[in-house]
């Protein structure tokens, strides 16, 4: 027998246009992976990208056109795109001769139609429009912004491809991800969203790379420690070499609570979801060849910072890369906010008078 939340999560399914709002902030791989498993249940869906990446193709344009990296925000489109295999190949493509080597046709669409647009957000939701995308995806801010690590033995690597792709040294730890111009604005869209959401998810993602940059935002900091919605962080699965080496789940938190500026999770994250299913040791040793180990979670540590740790057995094998679930992730998170709203409403009907929609 369902029990009441299964039900609500199967109408989710049954009519996306009654989900909930979900604002999910990050970038790369893992923001385009939660997306997909939440546009199953949710139309209401924004995803906050960072627009830090200066490397691979979107260096290359945001050097050569003066225009944001497309990269994360094209991920992002064609995870919430509905579009036929046909189409998502061809937005996939990368040239492999010639002059446009290595270029993305993806980027290479988002930067016309940023030619003929007026600023950069347009663009991204014109093309937004022509694929049908069911939500909405917000570059972080509109300002050319760059990032620099501080590392544990004094010295500083500058951009986001250096910090993720400097060679593995546990000597060199990241201390500290910093973002020039600091006073950077964040899109107003992108606040709204944070505002009005009924659930903020943080990754999963790269830590100092993907997800930490949109916190370096002071207005993004405000709105979310404002915000009356559940926030949840999807912990990564595995250790990246270049950023966590060696990093259990509450040193990912403690990163993330040393950049909002705080020192417990209060108003800033309420759960942590880690992975508890058993990854076959060839696999870990695998990833160990290349530095990079599976995140380990102790719930005391985690619920010393203040969150409460939610187990799941998120971990999958998908084209030999170890990947989270999406489809169960977004379960997760809707469970997560399901039960913490369950004296409230269904999303889509009216609140009651003694009760309102953003309150436990």
Known sequence: MLTETEEK???????PAQGPKIAVIGGG?????????????????????????????????????????PGDIRNCILALADTEPLMDELLNYRFSDGRLKGQSFGNLFI?????????????VRNVS???????????????????????????IINGEWAIGNRPVDPDQQIVAITMQPADAAALPEAIQALATADVIVLGPGSLYTSIIPNLLFADIRQAIRR?????????????????????????????????FGQDTTE?????????????????????????ATPVLAERRSIEMLG??????????????????????????????????????????????????????
Not at 36 to 61: E, P
Request: charged letters at 20%; glycine letters at 6%; one cysteine or more.
């Open 29 to 69: 791989t893992g923001l385009s992976t939660v997306l997909r498993g939440l546009k199953l249940f949710s139309n209401h869906l924004s995803a906050i990208v960072t627009v830090a990446d200066n490397g691979g193709s979107s260096g290359m344009l945001r050097e050569d056109l003066g225009i944001l990296p």
């Open 307 to 360: 969150a409460r740790q939610v187990d799941a057995p998120l971990a999958i094998i998908n084209n030999g890369v170890i990947r989270h679930d999406h489809m169960l992730l977004a379960r997760v998170i809707l469970r997560l906010l399901l039960e913490h709203v369950s004296r409230q409403p269904l999303f889509g009907e009216q609140p009651s008078q003694e009760v309102s929609r953003n309150k436990p």
């Open 9 to 15: 999560i199967i109408r989710f399914a049954k009519n």
């Open 227 to 259: 915000s009356q919605a559940i926030k949840v962080y999807v912990c990564n699965l595995m250790t990246q070499p270049a950023e966590t080496l060696g990093y259990t789940a509450a040193q990912h938190l403690q990163a993330l609570l040393k950049h």
């Open 129 to 155: 429009k022509v694929l049908a995308v069911k939500g909405r995806v917000l570059p972080v801010s509109l300002q050319d912004v760059q990032i620099s690590a501080f590392l544990s033995d004094g010295g």
């Open 267 to 291: 108003g800033f994250i309420d759960y942590c979801v880690v992975n508890n299913a058993w990854v076959d040791r060839c696999e870990i040793a695998r990833y160990k060849l290349e530095s």
């Open 111 to 123: 930067a016309a139609m940023n030619a003929i647009s007026d600023n950069f957000y347009d663009a």
